[in-house]
C-alpha cells in the first residue's frame, strides 16, 4: 500500500486555462475527500465521494469546479477558466467507512497550483 | 456549525523545551477530534485523535493531547522536543454522525531551535 498519490504535484498556469488533477486513494478505501489549502489557512473541504456518487458539494466549489470518480476508484478535479484567486494546495483524502466506527482520512501530498 | 481555533499561528522552541499547541472548538453537538502533522514538502499526517473514553490520548513520537469537554478544548502537548517535530500542526474537528469531512483550524507552526 503506497497511500494516497495525487498528479501532477505542481501545476503552473495562465488564468483563463483549464487544467485537471488526479487522485489516487489507498486501495479498497469507499470514501475520497477533496479539499483545498491556501497559504496560512487549514485545508477546507471541497466535495466528497462514497464509491463513485459525490454525495456533498461546499460552497466553495463554484460551477467551474468539477470533480468525478467515474469508477469508484481515482477520482479527478477540473477546474474550468483558472482565476488567480483558484491558487491553492489541492488535497486529496481517502477513508475507509465502516459500520459503527469512525473513519481516519488519510492525505496525499496535495497539488500545487498556481495561477498566473 | 462547528469550527476550531488555534491560537497560535507560530510557536518557537528550544530543543528539549516542553511545548503546548492550543486549540479550542466550538460545536452545539458531539464531536471527535483529530491533530494532524505537516512537515515540510509533505502531506497531512494524522498525529492522533480522540474518539471517546479516556480524554487523555497519546501519539507514537511522544505527543499527546487532552480533551476538555467543559473548555472546549484539544491542546496538544510534548515534554520534550525535537528539531525533527519543527512541522505545522493542524487541529480538526468532525461532528459526530456526519459524513466525515473534518474542519480544520489555521494551523500553528512549531520551531525547534537547537
Known amino acids: 500500500d503506497t497511500g494516497v498519490s495525487q498528479n501532477p504535484r505542481h501545476k503552473i498556469t495562465k488564468r483563463g486555462q483549464n487544467v485537471t488533477f488526479r487522485c489516487d486513494p489507498i486501495?479498497?478505501?469507499?470514501?475520497l475527500y477533496w479539499y483545498r489549502q491556501t497559504l496560512g489557512q487549514g485545508p477546507e473541504f471541497l466535495t466528497y465521494?462514497?464509491?463513485?456518487?459525490?454525495?456533498?458539494k461546499s460552497r466553495l466549489l463554484s460551477d467551474r469546479f468539477s470533480a468525478e470518480r467515474p469508477k469508484g476508484s481515482f477520482s479527478t478535479l477540473e477546474i474550468q477558466r483558472t482565476e488567480q484567486g483558484d491558487s491553492a494546495m489541492y488535497l486529496c483524502?481517502?477513508?475507509?467507512?465502516?459500520?459503527?466506527?469512525?473513519?481516519?482520512?488519510?492525505f496525499g501530498p496535495g497539488t500545487r497550483l498556481l495561477v498566473l | 456549525a462547528q469550527s476550531v481555533t488555534q491560537l497560535d499561528s507560530q510557536v518557537p522552541v528550544f530543543e528539549e523545551a516542553p511545548v503546548e499547541l492550543r486549540c479550542n472548538y466550538s460545536?452545539?453537538?458531539?464531536?471527535?477530534l483529530f491533530w494532524y502533522v505537516q512537515y515540510p514538502n509533505q502531506g497531512l499526517q494524522l498525529l492522533l485523535k480522540?474518539?471517546?473514553?479516556?480524554?487523555l490520548v497519546e501519539s507514537i513520537n511522544g505527543f499527546e493531547a487532552e480533551f476538555n469537554k467543559s473548555q472546549t478544548s484539544f491542546h496538544l502537548r510534548k515534554p520534550s522536543v525535537h528539531i525533527s517535530d519543527t512541522a505545522e500542526y493542524f487541529c480538526a474537528v468532525n461532528r459526530r454522525g456526519s459524513q466525515g469531512n473534518l474542519i480544520f483550524g489555521k494551523g500553528t507552526k512549531l520551531s525547534v531551535k537547537p
Open positions: 460545536s452545539s453537538v458531539s464531536v471527535y
Open positions: 486501495s479498497e478505501h469507499n470514501r
Open positions: 465521494f462514497q464509491n463513485e456518487a459525490q454525495l456533498e
Open positions: 483524502a481517502s477513508s475507509f467507512e465502516r459500520r459503527g466506527g469512525v473513519e481516519t482520512q488519510y
Open positions: 480522540y474518539l471517546s473514553g479516556s480524554t
